[in-house]
């Protein structure tokens, strides 16, 4: 009888603790939110800001304040997808994905767009003409008549809401078609972490983006950079066929620079499949999942997983232990879309990423104001970046850094326009042609004026300071 | 202006007015128009369904820009540039609607460009 009255008494005290405060208490969710302002100021400044954006698949750590100040411009430009696959796209904040935004639950995201698609460009014909867009956030609850207006090229559209649940959501222009502004490139992430931040400790964080696109040659036979322009295949669009299934906009781009792990370490990686069409099965190979939190939220866990099974818009975080030195392979598995590029690498030899000390639209380093320097500058990041950098090392071609240094003018400017003579009959072409592994430089039909100012460019390289001057991985 | 906030009202199902104008919205067309002195006017098509060709044969003529005319059956829109001085939006809205009337249709005015950049509400 007394055991049974000290019970009774134990079970009263717990009755009487307080249960945890609800986080999905509505009552204590902000819904307010100024009508969105639409303006025709426009902006020519960069395209994407904000201390909560982060521009590659290396995630930021989160931004402290409590409100995220936000600008994703809209632009279209002309992106590589696959080498040699060169795609006229849309854009949020001039790059496909559109940047990372990272916030945590209770904070106000104030959001800016101006709409950039009619900004003049180099050779306005590749480029598909200027639209309508808008922004629809998946992280937010607000009305989208008001919200999520197309604007006109040249308006900007300004709002703010406040980030209610915790997760990974997608964001996308919601203008009609949707389907062709999804498939042309316009979507990106939106993190939100608890408010508590996550349960468990990781070493790396990093944002993977699940995509299709459905290219075919322009109709027009419009080139760049000698090669032919992509566009949109409405057809392939309509009967989700995609060309390509990608990891963050690239074809194999994470086999090309794998993602940085050390044995032993826990790695986060928040993956989001924007479809527009396919689900994902994300996998990485040589490991499993420790946590799985589907679309982002710990309060949605699984354990011990292979696989994650992602629909068009849904996301997870998914947890795994690197358990030793090795490269592992994400793939999305079912494997026809793992053919088309959805592949990429964790290893552990990789070198860390670069930090993204700035925006890639603005000069990351030291630029050069000789206007042949100057041209040699954009006709290497848009030609020769693919295989070469500036002062990152080897690629599958040589660091162009101090190559002036390497090689005599004359050598270079015949290197530049003939290199499949120089293979035949220069032997240190030969040399270099071994090293690389045989693969030959292409020749890109440069005339004596480009070559000229590929030299001054090289010169002006190799005048700087040590260090001063590095490409950012892919170009643009 | 009652039956104008109905009808705004009863578009709120999915495309959002601007969403409309964007199925229309040709840069083009307007980048000429506005540069000749005229004016863009994006409408929605009330009533009865009206086949493509209907709404094009309707948009030629009086104050009307050739070709100009810009065509969604899907979001239910249309846009034509216009001379506001050979016809203003009012009577160029009227004379749309009497040639629709006909076909049970009837035309919404829902923003009008003036300038670039500016798509504003149309007064009445």
């Not at chain 1, 710990?298 to 849904?314: A, E, F, I, K, Y």
């Not at chain 2, 000749?36 to 009330?46: A, C, E, I, S, Y």
């Not at chain 2, 040639?99 to 504003?120: F, G, Q, T």
Request: aromatic share 8%; glycine share 8%; net charge positive.
């Amino acid at each position: 009888m007394k055991k049974l009255l000290s019970l009774a008494v134990l079970a009263g005290l717990a009755a009487c603790e307080p249960s945890p405060p609800d986080a999905y208490d509505v009552s204590k969710m902000d819904f307010t939110s100024k009508a969105a302002k639409v303006t025709a100021q426009g902006h020519k400044g960069a395209f994407a800001e904000g201390a909560a954006l982060s521009m590659g698949a290396e995630l930021k750590r989160l931004d402290a304040a409590p409100v995220k100040t936000v600008r994703l411009d809209t632009t279209h430009k002309v992106i590589e997808i696959a080498p040699g696959v060169k795609f006229s796209a849309w854009t949020f904040g001039d790059q496909v994905p559109g940047p990372t935004v990272r916030a945590r639950v209770g904070d106000k995201i104030r959001f800016v767009m101006t709409n950039r698609s009619d900004e003049p460009a180099p050779v306005p014909q590749l480029l598909a003409a200027p639209m309508m867009h808008s922004m629809d956030f998946h992280a937010a609850m607000v009305s989208p008549q008001d919200k999520y207006r197309s604007i006109a090229p040249g308006q900007t559209i300004e709002f703010e809401f406040t980030a209610n649940y915790p997760g990974i959501f997608m964001y996308h222009c919601g203008t009609p078609m949707i389907l062709e502004h999804i498939a042309s490139g316009m979507y990106g992430a939106v993190i939100v972490e608890p408010r508590g931040g996550y349960p468990t400790k990781a070493d790396r964080e990093y944002v993977v983006v699940q995509s299709e696109f459905y290219v075919k040659p322009s109709p027009g036979k419009q080139k760049v950079d000698g090669g032919p322009l992509y566009v949109l295949d409405g057809e392939r669009l309509r009967a989700a066929q995609p060309t390509h299934t990608v990891f963050n906009g690239r074809h194999n781009g994470m086999v090309v620079n794998p993602l940085a792990a050390k044995p032993g370490e826990r790695v986060r990686m928040f993956v989001l499949n924007v479809g527009p069409s396919k689900t994902s099965s994300f996998h990485v190979v040589g490991t499993i999942f420790d946590r799985v939190w589907m679309e982002g939220n710990p309060d949605n866990q699984m354990r011990g997983m292979q696989t994650v099974l992602l629909g068009s818009s849904n996301s997870a975080i998914v947890e795994y232990l690197i358990p030793q030195e090795g490269s592992y392979i994400m793939v999305d598995h079912h494997f026809a879309n793992a053919s088309q590029g959805a592949i990429g690498l964790v290893s552990t030899s990789a070198k860390p990423p670069a930090q993204d000390l700035e925006h890639h639209n603005m000069q990351a380093s030291a630029t050069p104001t000789d206007p042949d320097a100057v041209a040699g500058k954009q006709a290497f990041e848009s030609k020769c970046l693919a295989c070469h950098s500036v002062g990152g090392g080897r690629k599958l071609g040589p660091d162009v850094a101090g190559v002036t240094k390497r090689r005599d003018p004359a050598w270079l400017a015949r290197w530049l326009q003939e290199p499949e003579k120089m293979l035949q009959t220069d032997p240190a072409a030969k040399a270099m042609l071994k090293e690389y592994n045989n693969l030959p430089m292409p020749n890109q039909s440069l005339s004596e004026a480009e070559i000229k100012q590929y030299l001054k460019y090289f010169q002006w390289i190799d005048a700087q300071p040590a260090g001063a001057v590095k490409s950012q991985a892919g170009g643009h | 202006m009652a039956g104008l906030l109905l009808s705004l009202q009863a578009l709120a199902c999915g495309y959002c007015v601007e969403d409309k104008i964007a199925a229309t919205y040709d840069h083009a067309v307007i980048t000429r128009a506005l540069a000749h002195g005229r004016h863009v006017v994006f409408f929605h098509v009330d009533g009865a369904p009206v086949a493509r060709a209907v709404l094009e044969q309707a948009a030629r003529g009086r104050g009307i820009e050739n070709g100009s005319a810009r065509i969604s059956p899907d979001a239910l829109s249309l846009s034509v540039a216009f001379d506001p001085r050979r016809m203003p939006l009012v009577e160029l809205n009227a004379w749309l609607d009497r040639k629709l009337a006909k076909h049970k249709a009837s035309l919404l005015p829902l923003r009008v460009m003036e300038r670039r950049s500016d798509l504003a509400a149309v007064k009445r």
